[in-house]
């Protein structure tokens, strides 16, 4: 890898940000943050940052993942309801693995969805990344939706998101938000094993 080059762009990233992207980089990172502790403020931080970026991916002709981002935002309405009003007598809602058919179900709704998107955005608007909008906003569908529900597995659909959105934005010249994806990268693979330790420590009753 050209060292020179990445700082370069991160520089010049930092250089051509605007003051919104910015905002919404530091509650885009705090909210992964708090995912990672298992802290109910993964929601309001969300939700400030989501609702820039849907301004952000529709100036930038991402469609999907302005979508995406508008869904995140009722998602995480969700997903504030459901972690400050655990079932039973614990007093947080439990991390715990998906079944074997909820595994299916989750890829099910990769596909489903990424067809559907696919098909919208390459007949329906001027978009010149169908396939990679597309993807990134399917794979983060499917993350939000099992995030909501406290799933060990949000983290492993987080990181194929993050993986893929880091050149896509690279190649819609919003260099700082493409470096935020290489953070997230790392964030969700330290938070997939923070939710696997937490998953067996409750699974054996500690």
């Known amino acids: 890898m050209d060292f020179d080059w990445v700082l370069e762009s991160f520089q010049q990233g930092i250089a051509e940000m605007s003051w919104l992207e910015a905002i919404a980089v530091f509650f885009g990172i705090a909210s992964v943050f708090y995912s990672i502790k298992k802290n109910i403020w993964v929601f309001p931080t969300g939700m400030i940052s989501t609702l820039i970026y849907v301004y952000i991916c529709l100036k930038y002709k991402l469609y999907a993942d302005?979508?995406?981002n508008a869904y995140y935002f009722g998602m995480s309405i969700y997903g504030w309801y459901l972690w400050s009003r655990p079932s039973g007598t614990s007093e947080e809602l439990a991390v715990t693995w998906l079944s074997r058919m909820g595994v299916l179900k989750s890829i099910a709704l990769f596909f489903v969805s990424y067809g559907v998107l696919y098909?919208?955005?390459a007949n329906f608007t001027d978009s010149?990344?169908?396939?990679w909008?597309?993807?990134?906003?399917?794979?983060?569908?499917?993350?939000?939706?099992l995030m909501a529900k406290k799933k060990v597995e949000n983290w492993i659909a987080w990181i194929i998101t993050d993986l893929?959105?880091?050149?896509?934005?690279l190649c819609k010249g919003l260099v700082l938000t493409s470096f935020q994806f290489m953070f997230f990268t790392v964030l969700a693979v330290i938070g997939l094993f923070s939710w696997i330790k937490s998953a067996r420590n409750i699974s054996n009753g500690y």
Do not use: R
């Not at 010149?128 to 396939?131: C, G, H, L, N």
């Not at 909008?133 to 993350?143: E, I, K, L, N």
């Not at 893929?164 to 934005?169: A, D, H, Q, T, W």
């Open 164 to 169: 893929v959105s880091i050149p896509l934005y």
């Open 128 to 131: 010149d990344v169908p396939y």
């Open 133 to 145: 909008d597309s993807f990134t906003t399917s794979s983060a569908f499917v993350g939000m939706w």
């Open 66 to 68: 302005m979508g995406i």
């Open 119 to 121: 098909f919208i955005l």
